[in-house]
């Protein structure tokens, strides 16, 4: 996860819900990055920083899948 000046986001609070069920959740690492493993489905993923507006987003899997971002 990186910020608008292409710099790593530490420690952003990412939580993958279904629903109002949280799924998974994880910060991001010192380098942004962040991993979830999760069923197929429909979820929405949040985003949320101390300093920045929170950001949510719908996303799907098609089957058991293993998110990675950087």
């Known amino acids: ?14 939580v993958l819900l279904k629903g109002s069920d949280q799924v998974a959740g994880m910060a991001t690492d010192d380098t942004g990055r962040f991993v979830l493993k999760v069923p ?16 949510c987003g719908r996303c799907r899997s098609r089957r058991t899948t293993t998110w990675a971002r950087s």
């Open 1 to 14: 996860m990186v910020d608008e000046q292409g710099q790593a986001v530490e420690y952003a609070t990412v």
């Open 40 to 55: 197929s489905g429909e979820y929405t993923l949040s985003v949320q920083y101390l300093g920045f507006d929170p950001s």
